[in-house]
T-cell receptor
Framework: DAGVTQSPTHLIKTRGQQVTLRCSPK?????VSWYQQALGQGPQFIFQ???????QRGNFPDRFSGHQFPNYSSELNVNALLLGDSALYLC?????????????FGSGTQLSVL | KQEVTQIPAALSVPEGENLVLNCSFT??????LQWFRQDPGKGLTSLLL?????REQTSGRLNASLDKSSGRSTLYIAASQPGDSATYLC??????????FGSGTRLLVRP
């Protein structure tokens, strides 16, 4: 049973560019959440997708957008990259939105903005 | 606004010691609390999940407790090993269904 998979594992971009990160949820999961983890900090919630719609959003600017596909996979897009966007981006999946479900995380995409 | 604090920020112990990691949160209205392990530059591995109605969970050498009324959780690691060296993160799921993380405790177990 494949867990949460993310691609690419590492990415280097320059300021002003745009980036797309991808996530495939654990088999049987329909909800995908994205988190940003700066060095030495805990992950920060970006947004959550369920039934192909953004259901919740954290305190991130509109430069951060996403999408969920009918097969439940998801993309995170970041436009007009800033140096401060350098971080580990984590995808998490769960079965439903009841509130009590366990989240499973992928290995992350390390984004470096130069 | 929910805030999660983990103490200590870093811990170094000799192999074989039993140790306790602490996590505190400001809003007791949570659905559950989850402890994770993170190796450098890697993703998160879930260790234990405690639902709000539960007091503790155990897995192998790990035991996590939850006291909602005081806003505290502890992760107890018995007979620590060098392979336990990692960052341990505590996260609470609040009424908005998102996880709110602490900054973690970096653990080093010396051989």
């Amino acid at each position: 049973d494949a867990g949460v998979t993310q691609s690419p594992t590492h990415l280097i971009k320059t300021r002003g560019q745009q980036v797309t990160l991808r996530c495939s949820p654990k088999s049987g999961h329909d909800t995908v959440s994205w988190y940003q983890q700066a060095l030495g900090q805990g992950p920060q919630f970006i947004f959550q997708y369920y039934e192909e719609e953004e259901r919740q959003r954290g305190n991130f600017p509109d430069r951060f957008s996403g999408h969920q596909f009918p097969n439940y996979s998801s993309e995170l897009n970041v436009n007009a990259l800033l140096l401060g966007d350098s971080a580990l981006y984590l995808c998490a999946s769960s079965d439903g939105q009841g509130g009590k479900e366990k989240l499973f995380f992928g290995s992350g995409t390390q984004l470096s903005v130069l | 606004k929910q805030e999660v604090t983990q103490i200590p920020a870093a811990l170094s112990v000799p192999e074989g010691e039993n140790l306790v990691l602490n996590c505190s949160f400001t809003d007791s209205a949570i659905y559950n609390l989850q402890w994770f392990r993170q190796d450098p530059g890697k993703g998160l591995t879930s260790l234990l999940l405690i639902q709000s109605s539960q007091r503790e969970q155990t897995s192998g050498r790990l035991n996590a407790s939850l006291d909602k009324s005081s806003g505290r959780s502890t992760l107890y690691i018995a007979a620590s090993q060098p392979g336990d060296s990692a960052t341990y993160l505590c996260a609470v799921k609040n009424s908005s269904y998102k996880l709110i993380f602490g900054s973690g405790t970096r653990l080093l177990v010396r051989p």
